[in-house]
Nanobody, 125 residues
Framework: QVPLVESGGGFVQPGGSLRLSCSAS????????IGWFRQAPGKEREGVSC????????FYADFVKGRFTISRDNAKNTVYLQMSSLKPEDTAIYYC??????????????????WGNGTLVTVSS
């Protein structure tokens, strides 16, 4: 059973908005951290935004600060990424990922234990 399933990707024009959802098969509160990563064609996967289990620590990559917002609904075992003011350079496959244990680097690509299959976001006019 895939532990994390993303949805909400699609095609949007520059300046538009999308909301991604990550549904977990288990309790998201069991993970130390959960968040969003992306991989554009020809580029390495990078951390976008992550949140720890208490919600008290949130990471945003500089390139999304002020435009994207991460949130979690423990009752629904779902994490969201609200994306606004989208740019063509935001085009990528967006992945949800989670880690079990504490790490000082909340949103390190190399430290995540579980990954979803990704959802494609295309920003183009």
């Amino acid at each position: 059973q895939v532990p994390l399933v993303e949805s909400g990707g699609g095609f949007v024009q520059p300046g538009g908005s999308l909301r991604l959802s990550c549904s977990a098969s288990g309790l998201i509160s069991d993970y130390y951290a959960i968040g969003w990563f992306r991989q554009a064609p020809g580029k390495e996967r990078e951390g976008v935004s992550c949140i720890n289990n208490s919600g008290g620590t949130i990471f945003y990559a500089d390139f999304v600060k002020g435009r994207f917002t991460i949130s979690r609904d423990n009752a629904k075992n779902t994490v969201y990424l609200q994306m606004s003011s989208l740019k063509p350079e935001d085009t990528a496959i967006y992945y949800c990922a989670a880690r079990d244990l504490y790490a000082s680097d909340l949103c390190s690509t190399f430290g995540m234990d579980y990954w979803g299959n990704g959802t494609l976001v295309t920003v183009s006019s």
